[in-house]
């Protein structure tokens, strides 16, 4: 479903020099699977995303998703994947039920009142469905952000740190959807720099830092590969250029 | 939850209609929408306008009832408000004890007004209607006086000098407001992100929001011409013909695009709300010094001025509502702005299709991270206008020397001082404030002699294509006032607080990414604009480009005022002793001396 080969893209630093965000960057992800971008704050993550969702594009390399190239069927690919990102606000003067049937019809779906309706009951946002997003407290807003990117129901998640700010509870509710999700058969990349989340839920990991990828396997072979145990331990040896063993 | 939703391929109309209708509900949902769109043209404009008026009003009718003096030789019998006193006409209006003096010799009469004295021009009107009425009571050779121009005609002619910048501020109130917050707000909050994340064609989604904004612009005018056409009915007794209001509304139509299409791309260019409110100051500004295109004299519409961009249509506005209709210069100003629309559309399209621009990815702090502080020099420019514009003009207006103190004193060494505090730079290094070597102190006040120089050069070489008026300064200056407050109001104290605004806080703040000389030059030129005349523009350009090369030479603010200062105070003492000095080559020399002693001969001189 995503297939990563040798991405590149630079940005300008804060010093007006050009700096590699994502240096050759090649990863795959496959249905029915939730894969995990584990990296730093600055890792070349979220860059990695953005490419994938053609919100910004590559220098070099290529990408597909769900076998659409993101450099020539961009609004095939974004009509493939259900994007969510910290940057990717909702609108505030809209309500709930307004901003899902909105993205819904954007993004094609014929009958987009019944797929709003249907992920208020899915995420319990219906007892808010009728105040502005702008009113609304930091998870309820995640939750109607989560509803908004998959409200096409789209083969492809892109997910990137969404719990930040998020209460446990909330989270949890977010791990049961990609599980389920997953189940079946979505393909869900799932970026974090915490741990737990990514020992919880991905079944594989790519490890990213600088824009280089250092490692990908499945957490026991990268276990396997460190001689570590504890998956904080495993990244530390892979970021401190220990390397696998 | 359903499994896999129904999918179809929306048309691009469907798309646009509806996000088109989504931008509309959360625009119409913001309270400061109504303010901007509907309060401002529908109640703001006609309520200042009556107030205007009124004031107008009554004191028109005060002025009518004061009793102003005559020194008239021989007397006549003069109306209520006109009181005789016996004295010399002309000496007395010179030491003021007359509003007005009159000497009759047979049909011969000689009058002696002072054109600065409001009552003293009153009372020239009075005693012009008294001394005709006596004529006629004499049976003497009755001196017809009459205006063709009816009165009705000559309202119609002061509304439709003012109607189309009346209009272009509203459109850019109407527009502006909405395209930084469909815009350059939706960056700043992510949701443009999640709307560009949609199966959705981008420039789909820029050109609903480009209607939009053409949309509040379009009703802001049609409102803003209703309530023209209501107040000018109520306040000026004025009735205006619907086909013109109609003939008015159809020529901004490509005016409306043309300002919704710059202020889409500026709205887009511009990374956070805060650099768009500084980003689209200016372009509030400049569309308004161009449609005073219908204030200049003797500038009237023609094929040729009907192509310039706004002003044109400006003056093609003014002649439809003066009842002058001319098809043909009429018709290119419509397609010039035609024209001008869709070269700015190109342009704002072009602008848009860059991710960076869409994205918002060259926010304001990371510009301050990379210190380019170039938009805040560009920010300091557009608020010392503002405030010369609608204060410093308004304080001079009433008082010439005391509103130069306020001017220079309130308002620019405040905001020279404040600039580089705001962006978070040292301010005594951003202004190069420091102590200068003797030399340098030497080398300024050298430099100050040599400068007219360099003024005068300039003008002289503008003149070749440019006819400016005989003396520019003619009545600028209050003659009753003391040499030594002239020379400190006009020489010292702009010598001193235009350097730190120009030399010092702009060009701090310029410098930050600019090569030296290249701040030098927009530093040049931003202080021949800032002076109000297109007249002035190049000689005081000209000086600036000096006086930021000696800057550079010194790394110094202090010299270049003592230059700056000595230079206006040569000009003021010049002026006050009647000296007409023009065009010669000595002063080519001196000029050329001048630029010698400023410019930074050897690499590495500047402390920049």
């Known amino acids: ?245 | 939850m359903k499994e896999g939703a129904l999918r179809v391929e929306a048309s691009p109309g469907r798309v646009l209609r509806v996000i088109v209708t989504a931008e509309l509900r959360q625009h119409l949902r913001d309270p400061l929408t109504l303010v901007f769109m509907v309060l401002v043209p529908l109640v703001l404009y006609p309520a200042l306008g009556g107030v205007g008026h009124l004031v107008v009003s009554r004191a028109q009718a005060s002025a009518d009832a004061r009793v102003l003096d005559v020194a008239i030789e021989p007397a006549i019998d003069l109306p209520a408000n006109l009181r005789a006193v016996s004295a010399d006409p002309e000496a007395s209006v010179r030491d003021g004890s007359a509003d007005i003096g009159v000497r009759r010799i047979g049909d011969q009469v000689d009058l002696w007004w002072d054109s600065r004295s409001p009552d003293s021009i009153d009372a020239r009107g009075r005693v012009v209607e008294a001394l005709t009425a006596a004529r006629k009571a004499s049976a003497e050779r009755q001196v017809r006086a009459e205006d063709t121009d009816p009165p009705e005609r000559r309202t119609r002619e002061s509304a439709a000098r003012f109607l189309p910048a009346l209009l272009l501020f509203t459109m850019l109130t109407g527009g502006l407001y909405t395209a930084l917050d469909l815009i350059t707000g939706e960056k700043e909050r992510g949701s443009v992100e999640t709307l560009l994340s949609t199966a959705v064609d981008r420039r789909l989604v820029l050109f609903a929001k480009f209607l939009v904004v053409l949309g509040f612009t379009v009703v802001s005018t049609v409102l803003s011409l209703a309530s023209s056409w209501v107040s000018a009915q109520w306040v000026l007794g004025l009735a205006l013909p619907p086909t013109t209001i109609l003939l008015s509304l159809a020529l901004f139509a490509p005016m409306a695009v043309l300002l919704a299409a710059v202020l889409v791309a500026a709205a887009a260019w511009a990374p956070d709300f805060k650099s768009g409110q500084v980003l689209t100051t200016p372009l509030l500004i400049l569309p308004l010094v161009m449609a005073a295109a219908t204030f200049v004299p003797g500038l009237t519409l023609t094929p040729f001025t009907a192509v310039l961009p706004i002003a044109g249509l400006a003056l093609a506005t003014r002649e439809v509502v003066a009842g002058r209709i001319d098809g043909f210069p009429l018709a290119v100003a419509f397609l010039s702005t035609c024209g001008w629309a869709a070269a700015a559309l190109a342009g704002g399209a072009r602008l848009l299709g860059r991710e960076d621009v869409i994205l918002g990815t060259r926010g304001s702090a990371q510009r301050r991270l990379r210190g380019d502080f170039r938009a805040d020099a560009l920010g300091l420019l557009a608020v010392a206008f503002l405030a010369l514009w609608f204060i410093g003009q308004t304080a001079q207006a009433a008082d010439v020397v005391w509103g130069t103190f306020l001017t220079q004193l309130a308002l620019f060494v405040p905001l020279a001082l404040l600039a580089p505090w705001w962006v978070g730079l040292p301010v005594r290094s951003t202004l190069r404030w420091g102590p200068a070597s003797a030399t340098d102190w030497a080398r300024g006040a050298l430099l100050g002699l040599c400068l007219p120089g360099v003024g005068l050069t300039v003008q002289a070489l503008q003149g070749l294509v440019l006819h400016s008026p005989s003396s520019l300064f003619e009545g600028v200056f209050p003659a009753d006032s003391p040499l030594w407050l002239l020379v400190f109001a006009f020489g010292v104290l702009p010598g001193v607080c235009e350097e730190l605004l120009f030399r010092g806080a702009f060009f701090g703040l310029w410098r930050t990414r600019a090569g030296p000389v290249v701040a030098v030059m927009g530093t040049a030129v931003a202080f021949g604009a800032f002076h109000l005349s297109v007249f002035r523009f190049f000689p005081t350009a000209a000086l600036g480009l000096v006086l930021g090369l000696f800057s550079l030479r010194t790394g110094r603010v202090g010299p270049g005022m003592l230059a700056h200062a000595l230079n206006n105070s040569v000009a003021m003492v010049a002026l006050s002793y009647g000296l007409d000095v023009g065009f010669s080559w000595p002063m080519v020399v001196l000029g050329a001396a001048g630029v010698a002693l400023a410019v930074p001969w050897r690499r590495g001189v500047a402390a920049v």
């Open chain 1, 1 to 245: 479903m995503i297939v990563v080969d040798q991405l590149r893209k630079a940005f300008v630093d804060p010093e007006g020099r050009p700096a590699l965000a994502v240096d050759g960057v090649s990863f795959s992800a496959g249905p029915g699977e939730i894969v995990g971008l584990l990296g730093p704050n600055g890792a070349g993550k979220t860059t990695t995303m953005r490419v994938l969702a053609t919100l910004v594009s590559a220098d070099s390399g290529t990408a597909t998703v769900a076998g659409h190239d993101v450099r020539t069927a961009a609004v095939e690919v974004r009509r493939s994947i259900g994007y969510l990102s910290a940057n990717t606000g909702l609108f505030g003067r809209l309500t709930p039920r307004e901003v899902l049937i909105y993205v819904a019809t954007l993004q094609g779906c014929e009958d987009a009142e019944a797929r709003a309706e249907a992920l208020l009951d899915r995420f319990d946002i219906r007892r808010f469905a009728h105040a502005h997003c702008d009113k609304l407290s930091t998870g309820m807003k995640q939750k109607v952000s989560i509803a908004r990117a998959v409200v096409h129901d789209p083969p492809v998640l892109i997910f990137d740190e969404p719990t930040s700010g998020l209460d446990v509870l909330v989270a949890q509710e977010l791990f049961s959807f990609l599980e389920d999700a997953r189940d079946r058969g979505r393909c869900v990349l799932y970026s974090t720099h915490i741990m737990g989340e990514a020992e919880r839920l991905c079944d594989r990991l790519v490890v990213i830092h600088r824009g280089r990828v250092l490692a990908t396997g499945t957490l026991a072979q990268l276990r396997d590969q460190t001689g570590e145990t504890r998956l904080e331990d495993v990244f530390m040896r892979l970021v401190r250029g220990d390397g696998p063993r």
